[in-house]
C-alpha cells in the first residue's frame, strides 16, 4: 500500500495504469470500496487530490468521536481511517496522492480513459466516483498580486523546510496546520511571524500553548491582522502589509505561507456529461449507477431520495456498486457471492498480510 508519507512518483509520458475499477477519493467511502473490490475479486487504484489519504475525516475533524459506525462503539476519525487503511491492506491497493482528476472519455470498447491535472493517465473498466464534496483545495489568498507569486514567494503548503532557511517568513492562518508549520518554520527562518485574524485559534490547546510559549521566549512572533497586500517590486516580495483593527503595518517578507484551511471544489466531475443535481451526482439506487453506465457514485457525492451523507451509507452504496462494476470489468464471467466468512482466499491474504 502507498502511503501518503511516499506517493507514487508519475511520469507525466507513463503507460495509462491498467485497472478494473478506478476509484476517486480516497476518503472513508474510497478507501472501503478499495477492500469491497479486493474481496469481490477486482482490481483497483485510488486517485486523490490530497497528500494524505481520509477525506473529511482527516481534514476536518480528525480527533472528533465518531459513534455511528457498526460495531465500533467510538473511535476518532483518525482511528477510523487507520483502520480503513489496515482493512485494504491485504489488496495492496496502489493510492495515488496529490493528483486530481479531471477528463474522462469513453473508448470504442467501453472502457474509460481518465487523466489527472498532473499527467498520470489511467484505464479502467469501471469508474466509482467516491469524491465527497470534490478535491480539497487550499483556501487561497485573495490578492490580485498573489497568484504570479505562488510557488515563489506565496505557499499553500511546506514541502521542504529547507526552502525556507534563512527567510523571513510569514505563515498566515489559526487551525492547526498553521500554528504547526509555524513551530517547524521558526527552527529554519530567518525571522518568522505568525499572523491570524483574532487572538483565539482553531488549534489544539497544545499547539496553542507551544506556539505561546515561543513567542514569549523571543523565537518567533505573532501579530494579529490579515494579510492586506503584498509588495513585489519586479515580482519579488519585499514587504506584505497587514491590515489590524485600527491600522496598517508592514512586515519584511521573503516568504507567505497561506494556511487557511481547505475549500472543495467538484471542479472537472461537474463537466463529465453526468446527471448533476445541486452539486451531487443523481444515481439509481438499485447500483449507484450514473446516468453515464460504467461510472457510479457513492458516499457523500450520491444523490438520491432520502439520501443521507453518511459513513455506513457510503459502504452501502460502494459495496451494490462493484458488483454492478464486475460487470464491466468481465462481461463474460458469472461472480458467485460468497460471504467473507466461508471465502478462504480471502481468509489466507488477511492473515499473510497480518504476519
Ligand atoms: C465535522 C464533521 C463531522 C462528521 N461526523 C460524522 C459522523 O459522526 N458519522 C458519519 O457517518 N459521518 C460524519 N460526517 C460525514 C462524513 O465525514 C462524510 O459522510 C464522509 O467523509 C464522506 O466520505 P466520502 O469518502 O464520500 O467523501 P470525503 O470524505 O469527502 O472524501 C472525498 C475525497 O475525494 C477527493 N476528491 C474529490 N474530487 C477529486 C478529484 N477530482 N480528484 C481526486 N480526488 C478527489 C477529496 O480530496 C477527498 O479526499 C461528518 C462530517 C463532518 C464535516
Known amino acids: 500500500m502507498q502511503s501518503d508519507a511516499n506517493p507514487i512518483p508519475t511520469a507525466p509520458e507513463a503507460a495509462p495504469i491498467q485497472t478494473d475499477v478506478l476509484i476517486v477519493g480516497a476518503g472513508p467511502v474510497g478507501l472501503f470500496?478499495?477492500?469491497?473490490?479486493?474481496?469481490?475479486?477486482?482490481?483497483?487504484?485510488?486517485?486523490?487530490?490530497?497528500?494524505?489519504?481520509?477525506?473529511?475525516?482527516?481534514?476536518l475533524y480528525p480527533d472528533k468521536p465518531i459513534y455511528d459506525i457498526p460495531a465500533i462503539p467510538s473511535c476518532t476519525a483518525r482511528e477510523l481511517v487507520e483502520r480503513l487503511m489496515q482493512q485494504c491492506h491485504p489488496f495492496e491497493v496502489p493510492i495515488h496522492l496529490d493528483q486530481r482528476v479531471m477528463d474522462v472519455t469513453q473508448r470504442d470498447d467501453g472502457r474509460w480513459t481518465v487523466r489527472t491535472q498532473q499527467g498520470m493517465v489511467l484505464d479502467a473498466?469501471?469508474?466509482?466516483?467516491?469524491?465527497?464534496?470534490?478535491?480539497?483545495?487550499?483556501?487561497?489568498l485573495m490578492l490580485p498580486e498573489a497568484a504570479?507569486?505562488?510557488?515563489?514567494?506565496?505557499?499553500?503548503?511546506?514541502?521542504?523546510?529547507?526552502?525556507?532557511?534563512?527567510?523571513n517568513v510569514i505563515v498566515a492562518g489559526g487551525g492547526d496546520s498553521a500554528l504547526d508549520w509555524a513551530l517547524a518554520l521558526r527552527n529554519v527562518a530567518k525571522r518568522l511571524t505568525l499572523v491570524h485574524r483574532r487572538n483565539g485559534f482553531s488549534a489544539t490547546a497544545s499547539s496553542v500553548d507551544s506556539m505561546k510559549r515561543a513567542v514569549a521566549a523571543g523565537e518567533m512572533d505573532f501579530v494579529v491582522g490579515m494579510i492586506a497586500g503584498l509588495d513585489a517590486p519586479e515580482g519579488t516580495l519585499r514587504s506584505v502589509s497587514i491590515k489590524h483593527v485600527e491600522g496598517t503595518s508592514e512586515l519584511a517578507a521573503d516568504m507567505v505561507v497561506v494556511l487557511y484551511g481547505l475549500v472543495a471544489d467538484l471542479g472537472p466531475i461537474a463537466n463529465w456529461g453526468l446527471d448533476i443535481r445541486a452539486g451531487r451526482v443523481e444515481v439509481d439506487t438499485s447500483n449507484y449507477e450514473s446516468s453515464r453506465p460504467g461510472i457510479f457514485a457513492v458516499g457523500d457525492i450520491a444523490n438520491y431520495p432520502n439520501k443521507q451523507k453518511l459513513i455506513l451509507s457510503g459502504f452501502h452504496e460502494a459495496s451494490l456498486a462493484l458488483r454492478k462494476a464486475y460487470a464491466y470489468a468481465y462481461p463474460t464471467k458469472k461472480r458467485v457471492h460468497v460471504h467473507s466468512s466461508y471465502d478462504a482466499k480471502l481468509a489466507e491474504r488477511v492473515q499473510a498480510s497480518a504476519e
Open 125 to 140: 473498466a469501471a469508474i466509482l466516483l467516491a469524491a465527497g464534496n470534490g478535491a480539497f483545495l487550499p483556501q487561497r
Open 148 to 167: 504570479a507569486l505562488e510557488e515563489r514567494h506565496v505557499f499553500y503548503s511546506v514541502a521542504k523546510l529547507a526552502d525556507f532557511a534563512d527567510r
Open 33 to 59: 470500496a478499495a477492500f469491497e473490490a479486493g474481496v469481490i475479486g477486482l482490481s483497483c487504484q485510488i486517485v486523490d487530490s490530497l497528500a494524505r489519504v481520509g477525506g473529511q475525516c482527516i481534514e
